[in-house]
């Protein structure tokens, strides 16, 4: 078994900043991708940023220049630092990785529990 397990969220004021962590934790193999997603009340839910060990990462327009992701692979942890925030940015943030928990298993989507952000003053 798998499990993601999310911390870091909170209530901040607009031009404020966090930091979330989502750590995958059982019987890993390999990790093929780690990202952020968010979802607002009243919208689908977003991709905020994408696994930059491929290469660049992928960013949101909405989030661009203030938003960013990293992965401590020893730790088989993906942050995401948020600076400028703003009431839009209110949200649950969901952490997702594609995960092989074996050789012969093919990767699966897990989900973390969710963390929420609150932007306001």
């Known amino acids: 078994q798998v499990q993601l397990v999310e911390s870091g969220g909170g209530l901040v004021q607009p031009g404020g900043s966090l930091r979330l962590s989502c750590a995958a934790s059982?019987?890993?193999?390999?990790?093929?991708?780690m990202n952020w997603y968010r979802e607002s009340p009243g919208k689908q839910r977003e991709l905020v940023a994408s696994?930059?060990?491929?290469?660049?990462?992928n960013y949101a327009d909405a989030v661009k220049g203030r938003f960013t992701i990293s992965i401590d692979n020893a730790k088989n942890t993906v942050y995401l630092q948020m600076n400028s925030l703003t009431p839009e940015d209110t949200a649950v943030y969901y952490c997702y990785a594609l995960i092989r928990s074996a050789t012969w298993t093919p990767a699966r989507d897990y989900w973390g529990q969710g963390t929420q952000v609150t932007v306001s003053s």
């Open positions: 696994d930059p060990s491929s290469g660049s990462a």
């Open positions: 059982g019987t890993i193999f390999r990790i093929n991708a």
